[in-house]
């Protein structure tokens, strides 16, 4: 059993930045890939950004390239997401989920593990 916890959301101006943290508790962090989603009002759940369990793997959509970054620290049991440049298609709930499985952090819906999700709001 996984549970994480999302902090960070918050209301910013197109441009800005945010960082949004995700805190798990499990002794066996390390063994999980972790992921982010959003999901917007009337939109669906889409995969924004993975990490895998070293963080030598990562994987982004295609909108948030050069301006979201995700890293993670085992020590902490922590993985992070900067989101720079933000704009208001970047509104949503954002959520991490974590999975063994690499394929799975990547595919909506299909991680083991959530968050209960944080709130971006982007303001034009």
């Known amino acids: 059993q996984v549970q994480l916890v999302e902090s960070g959301g918050g209301l910013v101006q197109a441009g800005g930045s945010l960082r949004l943290s995700c805190a798990a508790s499990?002794?066996?962090?390390?063994?999980?890939?972790i992921g982010w989603f959003r999901q917007a009002p009337g939109k669906e759940r889409e995969s924004v950004a993975a990490?895998?369990?070293?963080?030598?793997?990562?994987y982004y959509l295609d909108s948030v390239k050069g301006r979201f970054t995700v890293s993670r620290d085992n020590a902490k049991n922590a993985v992070y997401l900067q989101m720079n440049n933000l704009n208001p298609d970047d509104t949503a709930v954002y959520y991490c989920?974590?999975?063994?499985?690499?394929?799975?952090?990547?595919?909506?819906?299909?991680?083991?593990?959530w968050g209960q999700g944080t709130q971006v709001t982007v303001s034009s």
């Open positions: 989920a974590a999975d063994p499985l690499w394929s799975r952090v990547i595919a909506t819906s299909a991680p083991a593990y």
């Open positions: 990490i895998n369990w070293n963080g030598g793997r990562t």
């Open positions: 499990t002794r066996t962090f390390s063994a999980y890939a």
